[in-house]
């Protein structure tokens, strides 16, 4: 019964579809057509096929800036995954002190981008910075976060895992709530250990949590703009700009509205691959185990 | 519920975009510079005002209280507003009177954007050769006037005079600036040695305006032509090099602070942590109110003087604020209105050179009580000296970032002086060549 | 939540670990705190003074000098509220039909919903401008609601959830003769409650920190959402002269949704809990 192919279905998804497509769809095949042509803010601009494309290709700021960006990534995917997980895991108790370090690690997510910048200007700074005082007292030269080309970006990179743990954690605590307490009971019976515990039951149970936060947080970190902008301005001498900060640049700085859709459709393109091929890699290695 | 749901929402509409029918003339105007009408909201004493934003604030309201049929309602946007502006003007709905830096003017122009202003300032009586040189090449494009220049602002070197005198660099009370390059290195050396602090505060980091400036200024003074054509920028010339290597030079011999941010530096600065802070017209206020603390480590230390001529003519790069109109289909009691603005605000230009900018007119820059303010005299100068990038170049903000970016990578070493520049140049004439 | 014994106790180390975790996330929000709590001036180059007293409330009083302020608050209330309850009804109903309805399409139009996660809002955002400038919404609250309503992880968030229902449910439902929306309505919808307050959060959060639609939206300050009117009022060179006054800026934006969060939490793990995630 409930099988039957039935067009009423549409119904209940069709309000969504439609905001979608006029909101989301509609802009982004806009972005694609201005990416074939050479246009600017305001002027018609002409058609000039791939050239925007082809000019990408050649532009070293925008290669470093996918470098920057899959760089910063890298360094925030799976230690972000890792954090919360052990969070959650540490956390995954009724008692009232895991509800308050829960708040407490989730405390950071409420806040917006300008104020997570602001608040972490004055504690990367050298100068004025708690960092900075905290490496004074100990009687060392402070470190300079926001201007050393090869400290900037992992700057970056602490700054969105503190912002951004809280969500991740969460996630992993409704997985671990889902795991049956018996599995864990026979594994105590089993005298297995910890490691054991964790290896067998937790982290195979997980799997898909794992790869929800993996994906969530690829798709989210690839698209990093604010931090960068607001932090650091993409400096020093571009170390830290990232693919968004560079088309935001180029669209609202220099006006190129052509070649900053182009920019925005690579850059669309990547992430739905890198997306795709985690989706399609864990897809595999679950089969392959027969796992859930 | 859904009928309820749409009705809440037409309701709040109608709530966004309540018309006003008060029988005034409305202009709509739209600035940065802040919000403080806490302070300064209902007050129309302009002397009284102090800083950017309440000298603004209470300017409008004193227009307003002149001007019973005007009513100009203000928009304040966050610094420097051009996002919005541009999607404003994207809507076709953008303000009647926006603040404009003066480089930025002719992005809008060149597009018919803003509106030639000549009718306006024959209207309030005001000719362009009542601006300043600096003030008046930074709003004349095209044959025409395109704003109501506000102010000159450029860089200056704000100075720790205690630290000058402790280095043995004061004579008659007044600080000793460099003539040439060695000079600049011998003074910054000896100033080390004595003080035991850094000669020259900067900031390199995420402020491409500051090192642009430097680089601009100086090779400026060299007689170098930087923007030979609409379309080309020329930096990488044995002048830019030149320039680019005694600011290396300053970075490696360790003469000026390093890995400091623009609140890092002006930190530095009223701590008494160095010698010179060259930074803008725009710091003189905040720096005499710490020069008139006592305790404060500037209190009774502080002088501002333009940058010195180091070499060649004494020329520097400056910019300004104006006052621009988007094209946009107004009454004739709009225009009139906008004209009665503008003659206010340039019988008003005094006012605002409280703020540290110079005056947009000749005649202020002569009268007595602007003389009389703090360090006026000494500045002045640069009213005269002041030069604007040619208004024939386009996206000078986007430009200033990326020779900024490079220049500072030259200066601090992270790129040599030769990639650096020519990096700046290239990218410079990529971006250039894509306008049509 | 029975769950304490599902594994062993924390060793020292552990809680060792966590308290210095916990003093990590606090660490730069106390900071922030204390430094709202300074006079500005006592700021100005020296922001170690925030470490000690005298501490005044006086930059958060100057926040409601400002007459718009309460607008402002009014305005990012009304559009959180707003795309929070229009995601919520778009999400469910689009939830349940992927989740429980088979319609021509259907696997190709949910991939189509995924794909969206992809898209970076920065790439859309001009082309979004000109559409609602042609529709004349700019500087409205639909104008500033309806972005925010294209929220595809709602919607995967709530066919997930839904799928986890089991379908039992329903199909003794329909048996008794009720139609797909009674269904939907009376049986699942209350059992989504979880779910919805969860997505909620997000969706209220999210809302209420966003800045750059917002920013080019409203471009008129009686319009401005909080974060756009704070960065509006600050003056320049703030970080250096008014540093107070924007770290207090900053906790007072912060508050409402911290209350929210608050009020929330439990239900908020819970309904992670029900999500086969």
Redesign the interface.
């Known amino acids: 019964m409930t099988s039957a192919r039935d067009w009423r279905g549409l119904l209940f998804v069709a309000p969504f579809l439609l905001l979608y497509s006029v909101i989301l769809i509609f802009p982004l095949l806009r972005g694609v057509w201005l990416s074939f042509n050479q246009v600017d803010l305001f002027g018609d601009g002409h058609f000039v096929g791939l050239g925007n494309y082809a000019r990408l290709l050649n532009d070293p700021i925008f290669g470093t800036s996918l470098i920057n960006t899959f760089e910063v990534t890298l360094m925030i995917v799976p230690a972000l995954t890792i954090i919360a997980l052990g969070l959650a895991m540490a956390l995954n108790r009724g008692s009232r002190n895991a509800a308050i370090f829960r708040g407490i690690f989730f405390s950071s997510a409420v806040l917006s981008v300008t104020i997570v910048t602001l608040i972490w200007r004055f504690v990367l700074a050298p100068d004025a910075g708690l960092l900075g005082e905290l490496w004074k007292a100990f009687g060392w030269q402070p470190l300079p976060f926001l201007s050393d080309e090869n400290l900037v970006l992992p700057a970056l990179a602490i700054t969105t895992i503190w912002w951004s743990v809280g969500f991740p954690m969460l996630l992993f605590l409704a997985g671990l709530q889902q795991i049956p307490g018996d599995m864990y009971e026979a594994a105590a019976l089993d005298n297995a250990s910890r490691w054991t515990t964790f290896s067998r039951i937790t982290l195979p149970s997980l799997r898909r949590t794992v790869v929800l936060v993996v994906m969530l947080q690829t798709a989210a970190q690839l698209q990093l703009f604010g931090q960068s902008q607001l932090l650091t301005a993409g400096g020093p001498s571009g170390a830290s700009r990232t693919a968004v900060l560079f088309l935001f640049e180029t669209a609202f700085g220099r006006w190129e509205l052509g070649y900053a859709s182009a920019a925005a459709e690579l850059l669309f393109l990547i992430i739905l691959a890198v997306t795709i091929t985690q989706y399609w890699a864990t897809g595999r290695a679950t089969a392959a185990q027969g796992g859930r | 519920m859904t009928k309820r749901a749409l009705a809440a929402l037409l309701a709040l509409l109608a709530l966004g975009s309540c018309a006003k029918s008060d029988h005034k003339t409305h202009l709509y105007l739209q600035r940065f510079f802040g919000e403080c009408g806490a302070e300064y909201g209902g007050t129309t004493d302009v002397a009284k005002a102090e800083g950017e934003c309440g000298i603004i604030t209470t300017l409008v309201n004193r227009f307003n209280a002149d001007n019973p049929d005007i009513r100009i309602d203000v928009n304040v946007v966050a610094w420097p507003g051009y996002p919005q502006l541009t999607a404003q003007v994207a809507a076709r709905d953008p303000p009647d009177l926006v603040t404009m830096h003066e480089g930025v003017i002719s992005d809008y122009a060149s597009k018919g954007l803003v509106e030639p202003v000549d009718d306006y300032l024959r209207t309030a009586g005001i000719s362009p050769t009542d601006f300043t040189d600096a003030a008046r090449q930074g709003v004349t494009m095209y044959g025409h006037v395109y704003g109501l220049p506000w102010d000159t602002h450029g860089g200056l070197f704000h100075v720790n005079t205690a630290l000058f005198a402790k280095a043995g660099l004061m004579r008659g009370g007044k600080p000793v600036l460099p003539d040439t390059w060695d000079e600049l290195f011998a003074q910054a050396r000896q100033f080390e040695q004595r003080t035991g602090e850094p000669y020259l505060i900067q900031s390199n980091v995420g402020d491409p305006a500051f090192a642009a400036r430097n680089l601009y200024t100086y090779m400026m003074a060299k007689g170098a032509v930087l923007f030979p054509d609409r379309k080309h920028i020329r930096l990488n010339t044995p002048v830019g090099v030149q320039v680019a290597k005694y600011f290396r030079r300053i970075n490696a011999e360790k003469l000026g602070t390093q890995n400091m941010d623009t609140p890092a530096a002006i930190a530095a600065f009223v701590s008494g942590r160095g010698g010179i802070y060259p930074t803008g017209t725009w710091m003189i206020g905040s720096f005499e109110t710490e020069a008139e603390t006592p305790g404060r480590p500037l209190y009774k230390s502080y002088a501002v003087f333009p940058y010195p001529r180091l070499w060649g003519e004494h020329v520097e790069y400056v910019s300004g604020h104006s006052w621009v109109v988007p094209a946009r289909e107004r009454t004739p009691q709009q225009r009139e209105a906008i004209a009665r603005f503008f003659k206010f605000m340039a019988a008003h230009n005094f006012d605002w050179t409280r703020t540290g900018h110079l005056p947009a007119f000749k005649a202020v820059l002569g009268e007595p009580r602007f003389k009389a303010l703090p360090h006026r005299a000494d500045i002045a100068p640069l009213a005269t000296i002041g030069r604007p990038l040619p208004s024939y170049v386009l996206r000078q903000n986007a430009i200033e970032g990326i020779v900024g970016e490079e220049a500072a990578a030259a200066f601090t070493g992270q790129k040599t002086v030769p990639q650096a520049l020519e990096s700046a140049e290239r990218r410079v004439n990529i971006l250039l060549a894509q306008i049509d | 939540?029975?769950?304490?014994?599902?594994?062993?106790r924390?060793t020292p180390l552990?809680w060792a670990?966590?308290v210095i975790?916990?003093a990590?996330?606090?660490?730069?929000?106390t900071?922030?705190v204390l430094?709202s709590l300074k006079d500005n001036a006592a700021l100005?180059?020296?922001?170690?003074a925030a470490l000690h007293g005298p501490y005044t409330l006086d930059n958060y009083v100057?926040i409601f000098?400002?007459?718009?302020t309460t607008r402002w608050l009014l305005n990012s209330t009304?559009v959180a509220l707003?795309q929070t309850?229009g995601v919520l009804?778009?999400?469910s109903?689009?939830g349940?039909?992927?989740a429980?309805?088979?319609?021509?399409f259907?696997r190709t139009?949910f991939v189509?919903?995924l794909?969206?996660?992809?898209?970076?809002?920065?790439?859309?955002i001009?082309?979004?401008?000109?559409?609602?400038?042609w529709l004349h919404l700019?500087?409205?609250?639909?104008g500033l609601i309806?972005?925010g309503?294209?929220a595809?992880?709602g919607?995967f968030f709530m066919t997930t959830y839904m799928r986890g229902i089991p379908?039992e449910l329903?199909?003794a439902a329909?048996l008794d003769g009720a139609s797909?929306w009674t269904t939907?309505w009376k049986v699942i919808l209350p059992l989504t409650v979880p779910a919805q307050s969860t997505l909620a959060v997000?969706t209220f959060?999210g809302a209420?920190?966003?800045?750059w639609w917002p920013?080019?939206?409203a471009?008129?300050?009686d319009?401005y959402t909080l974060?756009?009117g704070l960065?509006?009022?600050?003056?320049?060179?703030?970080?250096?002269?008014g540093?107070g006054y924007?770290?207090a800026q900053?906790v007072f934006?912060?508050i409402p949704?911290?209350i929210v969060?608050?009020i929330f939490?439990k239900q908020?793990?819970r309904?992670?809990?029900?999500?086969?995630?």
């Open positions: 939540m029975a769950a304490d014994f599902r594994r062993g924390l552990g670990a966590l975790g916990a990590l996330m606090l660490a730069p929000l900071w922030a430094l100005v180059g020296h922001s170690e100057a000098g400002n007459s718009l009304i707003g309850a009804i778009l999400a109903l689009a349940y039909g992927f429980r309805l088979d319609f021509p259907r139009l189509i919903v794909i969206g996660l992809a898209v970076p809002s920065q790439a859309v001009l082309p979004q401008h000109e559409l609602f400038a700019h500087n409205s609250y639909p309806l972005p309503l294209i595809p992880f919607v379908r329903d199909e329909m797909r939907f997000f959060l209420w920190n966003d800045y920013l080019i939206s471009t008129r300050s319009m974060t756009v960065a509006a009022a600050q003056m320049n060179y703030a970080q250096t002269s540093l924007l770290m900053a934006a912060s949704i911290f969060y608050i939490q908020i793990v309904a992670m809990a029900g999500t086969a995630v």
